[in-house]
């Protein structure tokens, strides 16, 4: 089980704002920065935020990070269909003394 | 264009070992810190360990300290992941992936392959 938890689903209409939560303690999201990661139904992961709200290049800047004390949040503005994914959040983990992926959350676009 | 390429997954008996291999192309490979993340069938992603870009420092995720080893060899742009004792729940798709920045780990990924299939099944 992993140390963040995330919401195991989210859904919204095209268009809509939709906004993912991730929940840590202390010694990950307390501690450290924060990325989150898409991934698309049969593909490989891909880098969406890092550094708690910075885009990649190619990002669409619709998609948007920020973090605060133990918890962190990734806001999808004007949904579209290929944003159905699964997203994760990560982050070190000095108690653990590693890398943490989030348990996921599953956005279905209706 | 930047690359990963895994291989060497297939079905394994338990207790038995395997390497995999991930070569990297389209950027110097030598330059970055490189990680395994693998994702069981239907379920999240697992970080699995990683190698500074000069292989200095290695971190491993708890509960597979011991068994697996991540190391790489530049000369030849190779990314390595030796597994030993394999269990059942090792069964995973295994993906090599690119740390952010260069010559430091940000535990950012940012490119990733496409995985090698690992089953452990007698």
């Known amino acids: 089980q992993s140390v963040l938890t995330q919401p195991p689903s989210a859904s919204g209409t095209p268009g809509q704002r939709v906004t993912l939560s991730c929940s840590g303690s202390r010694s990950n999201m307390g501690s450290s920065i924060v990325n989150w990661y898409q991934q698309l139904p049969g593909t490989a992961p891909k880098l969406l935020i890092y550094?708690?709200?910075q885009r990649p290049s190619g990002v669409p800047d619709r998609f948007s990070g920020s973090k605060s004390g133990t918890s962190a949040s990734l806001d999808i503005s004007g949904l579209q269909s290929e944003d159905e994914a699964e997203y994760y959040c990560?982050?070190?983990?000095?108690?653990?003394?590693?890398?943490?992926f989030g348990t996921g959350t599953k956005v279905s676009v209706l | 264009q930047m690359q990963l390429v895994e291989s060497g997954g297939g079905v394994v008996q338990p207790g038995r070992s395997l390497r995999l291999s991930c070569v990297g192309s389209?950027?110097?490979?030598?330059?970055?810190?490189m990680h395994w993340v693998r994702q069981a069938p239907g379920k999240g992603l697992e970080w699995v360990a990683v190698i500074t870009y000069d292989g200095s420092d290695k971190y491993y995720a708890d509960s597979l300290k011991g068994r697996f080893i991540i190391s790489r060899d530049n000369s030849r742009n190779t990314l390595y992941l030796e597994m030993n004792s394999l269990r059942p729940e090792d069964t995973a798709r295994y993906y090599c992936?690119?740390?952010?920045?260069?010559?430091?780990?940000?535990?950012?990924?940012?490119?990733w392959g496409q995985g090698t299939m690992v089953a452990i099944s007698s």
């Open positions: 992936a690119r740390d952010l920045r260069q010559r430091w780990l940000q535990f950012a990924l940012d490119i």
């Open positions: 990560a982050a070190w983990d000095d108690s653990l003394n590693g890398y943490v």
């Open positions: 389209g950027f110097t490979f030598k330059n970055y810190g």
């Open positions: 550094s708690n709200s």
